[in-house]
């Protein structure tokens, strides 16, 4: 069985001390970062470039940097983000490059891929893609801002994707909490992003710590 990991997301944190944010991630004994790369062609919105995935692995080395590239032509920077330090990278469906290119791209660089589609996008969408992944992301937000709520109606894609691919890591990300991961972990998602959640907290630790226990026991 796949195993339960926590990803707190940047977006969330304080810019004024991008740093000690990373640090406090690091040390909340999260498993990853996440970092949310947009560009305002694919969403409404803007948010960092490749030196924030630097800054975060010259901050936090051993601390693995998961990328989500929410970009029109994400195939353009596979090379830029996985030389910054992405160890893995996460490429929608809906983007306007040819996908099977860039998943496969992502491997030949030297990092984990995996496929992403938006709350509006049907599971059957990301099918053609499970024997080429590494992983799927289920939105459980329209991408673009962190702070909205958890769309409900995505779990039974959850549920469709882990039925399709029993051994992949299966992540949500968007409106992700103790209430709505326990959910989440209950269709079959294994890995849980969680930004303006986690960053929130007075002590990360101890909310990473509740929300594995929630999901591990959701399952
Ligand atoms: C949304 C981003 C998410 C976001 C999650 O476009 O992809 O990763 O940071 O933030 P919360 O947990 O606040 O919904
Ligand atoms: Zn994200």
Redesign the pocket.
């Known amino acids: 069985m796949t195993k339960i990991e926590i990803l707190p997301?940047l977006?969330?944190a304080d810019f004024g001390a991008l740093a000690d944010e990373i640090r406090r991630a690091e040390a909340s004994g999260a498993d990853a970062l996440?970092i949310?790369i947009?560009d305002p062609h694919f969403?409404p919105n803007l948010s960092f470039g490749p030196d924030v995935v630097a800054l975060a692995r010259r901050t936090a080395p051993g601390f693995p940097r998961n990328v989500?590239l929410?970009m029109s032509r994400p195939d353009l920077y596979l090379e830029k983000f996985v030389s910054a330090g992405a160890d893995s990278v996460q490429i929608h469906v809906e983007a306007d490059c040819d996908v099977h290119d860039a998943l496969a791209c992502v491997r030949a660089l030297g990092a984990k891929n995996a496929i992403v589609f938006n709350p509006e996008t049907p599971a059957e969408a990301v099918l053609p893609y499970l024997g080429e992944v590494d992983g799927v992301l289920v939105?459980t937000?329209h991408?673009?801002?962190?702070?909205?709520a958890f769309i409900e109606e995505c779990l039974p894609k959850i549920a469709r994707v882990r039925a399709a691919a029993p051994s992949l890591d299966l992540m949500v990300?968007?409106?992700?909490n103790t209430a709505t991961a326990a959910r989440a972990a209950a269709a079959g998602a294994n890995q849980l992003?969680?930004?303006?959640?986690l960053f929130a907290q007075k002590d990360m630790a101890a909310a990473v710590a509740g929300m594995r226990e929630v999901a591990s026991c959701a399952r």
């Open positions: 997301s977006l969330a996440h949310d947009m969403v989500h929410m939105m937000v991408p673009g801002y962190g702070g909205q990300d968007g409106g992700v992003v969680a930004g303006s959640y």
